[in-house]
């Protein structure tokens, strides 16, 4: 499975970007697609996540992000809305066909990874 991330940009701090990760192959509908971050000098963290029809998010993202999935178009899409100075960070999709429930916001959980849209947030 090969994943196409884009939708990255420059914004300004209060506006929205859009993510979206197109997967090469259709995805089954339990299978977990997920984005994650990693900021400069950081670690990569977990964003958010989708498996069947729930929905996962970091506490930080919570209320602002929304990740949904159209399995027709073999695409997970990230909507990011009132954006902050600290969502700058390269983003990137992952699919996992084995994750589980209780590592569904571990980096390790996912097999297939994208090559990451850069976000960059201004003050």
């Known amino acids: 499975v090969q994943l196409q991330a884009s939708g990255g940009g420059l914004v300004q701090a209060g506006e929205s970007l859009r993510l979206s990760c197109v997967a090469s192959?259709?995805?089954?509908?339990?299978?977990?697609m997920a984005w994650f971050r990693q900021a400069p000098g950081k670690e990569r963290e977990f964003v958010a996540a989708?498996?069947?029809?729930?929905?996962y998010y970091a506490d930080s993202v919570k209320d602002r992000f929304t990740i949904s999935r159209d399995n027709a178009k073999n695409t997970v899409n990230l909507q990011m809305n009132s954006l902050k100075p600290e969502d700058t960070a390269v983003y990137y999709c992952?699919?996992?066909?084995?994750?589980?429930?209780?590592?569904?916001?571990?980096?390790?959980?996912?097999?297939?990874w994208g090559q990451g849209t850069e976000v960059t947030v201004s003050s």
């Open positions: 992952a699919a996992g066909d084995r994750t589980i429930l209780s590592t569904i916001r571990s980096a390790t959980a996912y097999n297939y």
């Open positions: 192959v259709r995805t089954l509908h339990s299978t977990a």
């Open positions: 989708i498996r069947s029809w729930s929905e």
